[in-house]
């Protein structure tokens, strides 16, 4: 059986942001598995801030069908987790079965990787506090008033985190922490 990986949506999670390492994880031997509050299909969106807007526009992307629901999951049997991009992350940053996750995969030390506005779960779970990560703009004083070091970077990897901006930086960030996941899974077989 190959390694499961948890990815976390929630309605409007951005497309790119899930999508390709959603796709990146099955190209390297690993299940995905879409976590969400229900077990029910989700509406994703694509964001982009277009020339002359100082804001993100918004439009409807693909959906994706999570596979469990937060309050189904037991981490031991996952790897690594993924926090995706896009509204979501303000919708469901205080479940409380997703904050008792999100701490498990901290504390384990196991393999960890956000992008965009998924930074506002970890640090909702009091996870970012001395951490350096990266993040979309916007989400900096998230970052930074949960005790966390915001860094405008592609690829910021600190220990077991690994985080990008935007799913502009999805080709810099997600091979770090796939790497991460290898070597987390050599381990495991040793």
């Known amino acids: 059986m190959q390694p499961q ?4 949506v929630g309605d409007a999670s951005e497309t790119l942001d899930t999508m390709y390492p959603f796709y990146r994880l099955i190209e390297s031997g690993y299940q995905p598995v879409v976590a969400a509050p229900e077990k ?21 992307g693909y959906t994706i069908e999570a596979d469990i629901a937060f309050a189904d999951i037991d981490p031991e049997d996952y790897l690594g987790i993924f926090f995706s991009g896009g509204r979501a992350p303000e919708y469901i940053r205080d479940d409380p079965d997703l904050i008792r996750i999100t701490k498990y995969f901290f504390d384990k030390n196991a393999p960890i990787a956000s992008v965009c506005h998924g930074v506002e779960i970890p640090a909702r779970a009091d996870r ?11 989400c900096q004083f998230d970052l930074e008033v949960c005790g966390g070091t915001y860094v405008n970077e592609p690829c910021v990897i600190d220990g077991n985190l690994v985080s990008g901006r935007t799913f502009h930086d999805n080709g810099h960030f997600v091979g770090p922490w796939i790497k991460l996941l290898d070597e987390a899974r050599q381990c495991s077989k040793e």
């Open 5 to 8: 990986v948890l990815i976390i």
């Open 40 to 60: 029910r299909r989700y509406q994703m969106v694509l964001h982009e801030v277009k020339p002359g807007w100082t804001i993100t526009k918004e439009w409807e």
């Open 128 to 138: 970012v506090r001395g951490r350096k990560m990266a993040t979309v703009a916007k």
